[in-house]
């Protein structure tokens, strides 16, 4: 089980000391089920720090706010940035490492294990306890979570209400971490891929169906950009303003997509925040595959490995050239 | 009478090697089927995903992208970094249900002009029965 | 004119209603959103709130002002492209939305009327549906001087009564329509307006979330300018565009010209939505941007709506639907963060 009080007590610590400049972590909401960032400045404040299933966020993308504040100082203070991180998180903190888009030196890094669980999928959750409400939720004894609602205490398997991505999870604990916090346990996944199976089964005019219709739904609002750690563009290629008509909306998601090859760690984030509920975490997930299939290439867990697309190896395939 | 179907093609050609290609192709007056618009880039590699997208979502109802053999480009490594990441729109192309005939790629040296008519012939051949291309055409 | 509908009657009326364009909220997977029904069949009012307000039917996103062109000729024709006169009905509105639409029109109307929002605007009739229970968690129109039965906007206004609609008329639009099924609808009786009356009592009472001393903020809005309030509330703002994309009184628009053909020349000048969350929305061409920062764009949201929008037009710019709380990715709540400038510095 992940102590809390561990979490704590070291946050506390390197803010007394004076190691980071402040700590990215979650607080309870005043409202609603998710923990909302946190931003640390004091060590008695390191006492609002929360962790539980309900801790979604991918906090790494507040490493690219951090940074364009830091170019804008004359002075800049040179300390690292404090930052709580699950295992798809600090894979993202790799992929910027291996991009040379922040130093190893720039971020303190508290990793916590999520063991045999994850987070949940709050619309899981929601159908499961059809129409009620819940409060809090907070992880079990036995791989299972605690939800209060406003008629009690009820239990759920994990499984049942794990996020998609959990249930294909590569990192269960941190890749890369300055204090571990949770055990390093090991979680056998059969598939990784297996959430692409209903899409890629369906036959191409079927295929295209599905993607047209979802992707017509897209008001621009480029949430999904907007929470990707790996957006960090300052001006985004694909930002053309006019082109909210289909078929334009697809070439700001594919170009997105293509984009995030060989980057895209899989945090789920962009399908999370999307207010009209477009599955665009399928593209990356696809691309995903690929990277995998082609090239034996998997995101994150190296900084030091040259990046997908900007490394090729004499046996890349070419059947499909003429 | 109708029309016969007339696919366009819009064909990115590495200007060392493939363009070069096509130059000699037309310059040794061999016939080819005039649906292709080339657009000269300095290296395979340097084609962009926009670009591609941007083409289909123009009207073409084919994309080619034609680079140097391995161990050929001018630049060393290009056409290795384009193998890779044509690849991958391929097969993202493939995964949202386009055609996969619509989208090729070909390594053409400056030498073989005849291999350029050929490509062209084939990609004409194979685009006729799809016809054009709606799906990724804007509409507006 | 006040009248009841049984509820199996309903597709009835709209089955008469044929010669409009009819926009119901449809659900699609988990969400609703506003789409025409060609089938009467398929119009449900089981429904909470839709993601996209109805401003988008009569402010779409995306909008051709004029076309132009040159021929042979040389000479630029540029022809105005006015949306078609097409009567539409949209039921389903939610007050909220519908006082929304009072706002947009104070923006829309005044000294000049743009007659691309207002050709759909008087040729659309809105349909309202009293909130019996809050659609959000998050709803709080009662802090800004709405209701969950409030007309303001609406045309008419249905209350589910359990087997049937009581519908209100407010307007000569809203009569018509009534008219237009006259035997399917009854003229209410006394036990149809006692539990009326008890159902609007009742909802006000279950409109959870409040902003307490509301009329507070804007005065205090007034001197915050210069401080450094926004730079901590802005934190964890992720400058996405969802808050006002989804915002049934937002308005800002964009407007470019999109060239298809340069010859002849062939294009069309398009307003778009804007968003005042995006890095670059007030960037100028000389490069310098007024409000580079998330803090100096969160506190123009706030302000916007709460100072500017109260001075100019007395209305609060926001009726209380509760959208950018419940779908703000990483959870800013404009309740929290007005209550907060409220009370800041005591």
């Given at each position: ?95 910027l ?33 059809k ?63 297996k ?106 867990f ?11 190896k ?7 050239i003429? | ?34 649906n ?19 083409a ?19 630049y ?65 | ?10 597709p ?70 006015l ?40 040729s ?11 659609p959000?968690?998050n ?117 470019n ?16 939505w ?60 404009i ?12």
């Amino acid at each position: 089980m992940v102590n809390l009080e561990e979490l704590k007590k070291e946050a506390s610590q390197i803010l007394k000391e004076g190691k980071v400049k402040y700590i990215i972590g979650f607080q309870r909401s005043s409202n609603g089920l998710l923990p909302v960032p946190a931003f640390i400045k004091d060590p008695e404040d390191a006492d609002k720090l929360v962790w539980d299933p309900a801790c979604v966020y991918n906090l790494t993308l507040f490493l690219r706010d951090e940074k364009r504040k830091k170019e804008k100082e004359k002075e800049p203070d040179e300390r690292p940035v404090g930052i709580i991180v699950k295992g798809c998180d600090s894979r993202a903190i790799n992929v910027l490492l291996q991009e040379e888009f922040i130093k190893r030196e720039d971020v303190y890094v508290l990793g916590i294990s999520c063991e045999n669980t994850g987070v949940l999928d709050e619309k899981k959750l929601a159908k499961k306890l059809k129409g009620k409400k819940a409060k809090r939720v907070e992880f079990g004894a036995k791989d299972d979570f605690v939800i209060t609602t406003e008629d009690g205490q009820v239990k759920i398997a994990a499984q049942e209400v794990l996020a998609e991505r959990c249930l294909e999870c590569k990192a269960h604990f941190p890749v890369i971490y300055d204090v571990l916090i949770g055990e390093k346990t090991k979680r056998n996944v059969e598939n990784p891929f297996k959430s692409l199976e209903k899409t890629e089964s369906l036959p191409p005019e079927e295929r295209w169906k599905f993607w047209k219709e979802q992707i017509e739904k897209c008001i621009r609002c480029y949430a999904c950009r907007s929470v990707c750690p790996m957006c960090y563009c300052d001006e985004c290629v694909a930002d053309t303003i006019n082109f909210v008509v289909t078929p334009e909306n697809f070439v700001y998601h594919f170009v997105r997509a293509i984009h995030l090859a060989g980057r895209c760690i899989d945090c789920g984030e962009c399908e999370r925040v999307c207010p009209l509920d477009i599955p665009v975490r399928f593209l990356n997930k696809k691309l995903e595959k690929e990277a995998k299939e082609l090239f034996d290439y998997e995101a994150g867990f190296d900084p030091e490995k040259p990046s997908l697309v900007s490394s090729f190896k004499d046996e890349d395939p070419e059947d499909f050239i003429r | 009478m109708a029309e016969e179907f007339e696919p366009k093609i819009v064909a990115f050609l590495c200007k060392w090697c493939s363009s070069a290609g096509s130059d000699l192709a037309g310059v040794s007056r061999m016939e080819y089927p005039s649906n292709v618009i080339p657009i000269t880039v300095m290296c395979s590699g340097s084609v962009s995903p926009l670009y591609i997208f941007s083409a289909f979502n123009k009207g073409a109802d084919g994309v080619l992208v034609s680079g140097c053999h391995p161990g050929d480009c001018h630049y060393i490594k290009g056409n290795f970094y384009a193998r890779r990441r044509i690849a991958l729109v391929k097969k993202l192309l493939e995964y949202v249900g386009l055609e996969p005939e619509r989208f090729q790629m070909s390594w053409v040296s400056a030498a073989e002009g005849v291999k350029y008519t050929q490509v062209i012939k084939d990609f004409v051949k194979e685009l006729k029965p799809l016809g054009p291309q709606k799906k990724l055409r804007r509409t507006q | 004119m006040e009248k009841v509908l049984l509820k199996k009657a309903f597709p009835q009326w709209v089955k008469k209603l044929e010669s409009y364009t009819i926009y119901s909220p449809q659900k699609d997977g988990d969400l609703w959103n506003y789409e025409v029904i060609k089938n009467s069949e398929a119009i449900d009012l089981d429904y909470l709130n839709t993601v996209l307000s109805p401003k988008k039917i009569i402010f779409p996103q995306r909008e051709v002002l004029l076309e132009f062109s040159t021929s042979n000729e040389e000479e630029l024709k540029v022809k105005e492209v006015l949306p078609e006169e097409m009567p539409a009905v949209i039921f389903g509105v939610r007050p909220c939305d519908a006082k929304a639409l009072t706002l947009t029109d104070k923006v829309f109307g005044g000294d000049f009327k743009d007659p691309y929002y207002w050709k759909r605007r008087n040729s659309t009739a809105l349909v309202g549906l009293t909130c019996n229970a809050p659609p959000s968690s998050n709803c709080f129109c009662l802090s800004v001087d709405g209701s969950p039965y409030s007309k303001e906007g609406l045309d008419i206004l249905m209350t589910d009564l359990g087997d049937k609609y009581y519908a209100e008329s407010f307007t000569k639009k809203g009569d018509e329509l009534l008219n237009s099924a006259k035997a399917l609808f009854k003229t209410p009786t006394a036990k149809d307006k006692k539990d009326l009356e008890k159902i609007k009592a009742e909802s006000k009472k279950k409109v959870k979330r409040q902003i307490k001393d509301t009329a507070k903020i804007p005065p205090k809005l007034k001197d915050m300018f210069d401080s450094p309030f926004w730079d901590e509330e802005s934190l964890s703002c992720i400058r996405c565009g969802i808050c006002t994309y989804l915002c049934p009184t937002c308005h800002c628009f964009d407007m470019n010209d999109e060239v298809t053909s340069s010859s002849p020349i062939q294009g069309e000048r398009v307003r778009t939505w804007d968003n005042c969350q995006f890095p670059d929305f007030t960037m100028h061409s000389s490069g310098h941007n007024p409000r580079p920062d998330k803090a100096s764009r969160l506190r123009q949201r706030i302000l916007h709506k709460f100072q500017y929008f109260v001075e100019l037009y007395k209305n609060y710019q926001c009726t209380g639907c509760g959208r950018c709380i419940s779908k703000c990715p990483v959870g800013i709540d404009i309740i929290e963060v007005l209550e907060k400038a409220r009370d800041y510095g005591r």
